[in-house]
């Protein structure tokens, strides 16, 4: 596939972007990156995603598609060879997305509560919800794998993309509270997981550096003081 029929418009910092990154390594796709800049938007991001007008955008054939999650499904159908990002088995793939809705809408919006929280007391609670909400995907990692390296199995797929790709905003929140969220002691299952999943082919060479990724993001809170539950993009 050539290049110039694939573009994502993303940020470097932007979990979901990752995402995209990763998906189209698994399938050895070929693809232009676009870097958008968030505070001046691109007219082709806003022309390719009018609605929310956020990355990530993948544009495949002049045709985009909006949102991390229909993207990666879209990457698993439009190239369907080996290996497979969703599971086949319908039942497998309807606990997959629950998982992954699970992980975008409570994991992911208490973390980012983390970055809101104020005073000792709001701190400790958002630090507590991030930790019960891992121990939960804990559970779901050993149902999901079976006993084997990742979520889909012997290989990286959907589950272990959605939740990877936090991977490194769950550093910085570690680093700038001082804390350990990922505990290998309570969650040995995620956290021997997560080491193999950074290690992984498709996905050491476009995670972001967890030490830049922090300096982004002291940059941006120190900025930002006030960030209403917001996370950086």
């Known amino acids: 596939?050539?290049?110039?029929?694939?573009?994502?418009?993303?940020?470097?910092?932007?979990?979901?972007?990752?995402?995209?990154?990763?998906?189209?390594?698994?399938?050895?796709?070929?693809?232009?990156?676009?870097?958008?800049?968030?505070?001046?938007?691109s007219q082709l991001l806003l022309e390719s995603n009018p609605i929310n007008k956020q990355v990530p955008v993948l544009i495949?054939?002049?045709?985009?598609?909006?949102?991390?999650?229909?993207?990666?499904?879209?990457?698993?159908?439009?190239?369907?060879?080996?290996?497979?990002?969703?599971?086949?088995?319908?039942?497998?793939?309807?606990?997959?997305?629950?998982?992954?809705?699970?992980?975008?809408?409570?994991?992911?919006?208490?973390?980012?509560?983390?970055?809101?929280?104020?005073?000792?007391?709001?701190?400790?609670?958002?630090?507590?919800?991030?930790?019960?909400?891992l121990v939960v995907v804990e559970a779901a990692f050993w149902k999901c794998s079976k006993g084997r390296d990742f979520f889909s199995g012997a290989g990286i797929g959907y589950l272990d993309i959605v939740l990877g790709c936090f991977l490194g905003w769950l550093y910085v929140a570690e680093k700038r509270n001082d804390v350990k969220l990922l505990d290998e002691e309570k969650m040995p299952g995620l956290a021997a997981w997560a080491i193999k999943f950074c290690q992984h082919g498709a996905v050491k060479d476009v995670m972001p550096d967890k030490d830049e990724l922090l300096d982004y993001a002291n940059m941006v809170f120190q900025a930002m003081p006030k960030l209403n539950g917001q996370c950086p993009s």
């Not at 573009?7 to 470097?12: A, D, S, Y």
């Not at 990666?72 to 039942?91: C, G, N, T, V």
């Not at 992911?108 to 609670?125: H, P």
């Open 1 to 41: 596939m050539a290049g110039s029929e694939v573009k994502v418009l993303g940020t470097w910092a932007s979990p979901f972007a990752l995402r995209v990154h990763i998906a189209l390594g698994i399938k050895s796709v070929k693809y232009e990156w676009v870097e958008e800049n968030l505070e001046a938007k």
């Open 60 to 133: 495949h054939h002049h045709k985009p598609i909006c949102e991390s999650l229909a993207i990666l499904q879209y990457i698993d159908e439009a190239w369907p060879s080996a290996p497979s990002i969703l599971p086949s088995d319908p039942h497998h793939r309807a606990v997959a997305r629950f998982w992954a809705a699970y992980i975008d809408h409570k994991l992911f919006t208490w973390l980012k509560g983390v970055a809101s929280a104020e005073g000792a007391e709001g701190k400790k609670v958002a630090l507590d919800q991030v930790r019960e909400g």
